[in-house]
């Protein structure tokens, strides 16, 4: 697993580093450590010529290229204090750091995607107005909108050391969010970690009565709780699936707008990670991400992990 690791020294950062242990991720992997400093770096100063012709570079430039050297320093201090600390969490990954002067999000970005990493692990950034609770700042955002592959939106939260695990799935019967459950299948997961498959349902839900033909969609009520019981059988291959994995996995049903239910459970459960994919079926609403899935993300008093197919990103433009 390739595991790209955006830090720049903040509480977020720092929260996201320690999320890390919390996040279920395999015991051998590789990851990079970036810190971005936001400066322009002019080339380099040829000191030559300097000696020949001493009013060829301007004193401003000189300045600004020892300044934005600082920054690049300082960023280099960043990502390799970081890099060691996530290799005494995890002792056999292969942890290397790397500072530039670039655009943070774009730089993220590219190395995502010249590396092929499977994860990007950002901070939340800023305060909203109401509640203190943190929002995505914008190369979070960004990085969340553009990248191929899954992102991680790391939040620290305080929890009793001795209470298992939580881990909130939205699902909607769509393959993204089979994706998201089978992520979580795939991590390795301390023992009694708890599983909760919250599916968000409207007056209507499309199903696929035979899993052989995807395109097949049928509709059924369920406005009525009495149709519930069919809802529920749609999800109990993915519950099998975690419980398979070692998860403890119950299946919810809620009725409502899909945003506002995900962050009510997560917040009343103390959950310590919701997982979805970028879009979905009409049963949970659309679910594209700018809608719920980034709403979420923003919005969540926990880490957030939107999970991308590895289909979905080898196509993504």
Not at 26 to 55: C, G, H, Q, R, Y
Not at 220 to 236: A, K, T
Not at 261 to 277: K, T, Y
Request: aromatic residues 4%; proline residues 5%; neutral net charge.
């Amino acid at each position: 697993m390739k595991i790209l690791i955006a830090y720049d020294g903040s509480e977020c950062a720092d929260a996201a580093l320690d999320d890390l242990k919390s996040a279920g991720l395999p015991k051998t992997a590789e990851a990079i450590v970036m810190s971005l400093a936001d400066v322009f770096l002019p080339p380099p100063i040829n000191e030559e010529v300097d000696n020949t012709f001493p009013m060829s570079v301007p004193a401003g430039v000189r300045r600004a290229h020892e300044r934005a050297e600082r920054k690049v320093k300082e960023a280099e201090t960043m990502a390799k204090r970081a890099s060691e600390q996530i290799k005494k969490s995890f002792p056999e990954w292969r942890v290397r750091h790397e500072a530039l002067a670039d655009s943070p999000a774009w730089a993220l970005l590219r190395t995502a995607d010249e590396w092929k990493a499977d994860l990007i692990v950002v901070g939340a950034r800023g305060h909203s107005v109401l509640g203190g609770r943190l929002i995505l700042g914008s190369v979070s955002q960004r990085v969340l909108y553009e990248a191929r592959g899954s992102v991680r939106v790391a939040r620290s939260r305080s929890r009793d050391a001795d209470s298992p695990l939580r881990l909130l799935i939205g699902v909607d019967n769509s393959t993204y969010s089979t994706a998201a459950v089978e992520a979580v299948c795939r991590r390795e997961w301390p023992s009694g970690t708890e599983v909760r498959l919250l599916a968000v349902v409207d007056t209507v839900m499309a199903i696929t009565p035979d899993p052989s033909q995807p395109l097949v969609l049928k509709w059924i009520e369920v406005g009525d709780e009495d149709n519930w019981d069919q809802v529920r059988q749609i999800f109990e291959t993915s519950a099998d699936k975690l419980r398979s994995a070692g998860l403890n996995a119950v299946i919810m049903i809620r009725r409502g707008n899909p945003t506002d239910q995900l962050l009510e459970e997560a917040e009343s459960w103390g959950a310590d990670c919701i997982f979805l994919g970028p879009k979905g079926t009409r049963g949970i609403d659309r679910l594209l991400l700018g809608s719920v899935s980034s709403a979420v993300s923003a919005r969540a008093n926990c880490s957030v992990e939107i999970v991308r197919p590895k289909s979905m990103a080898s196509t993504k433009t």
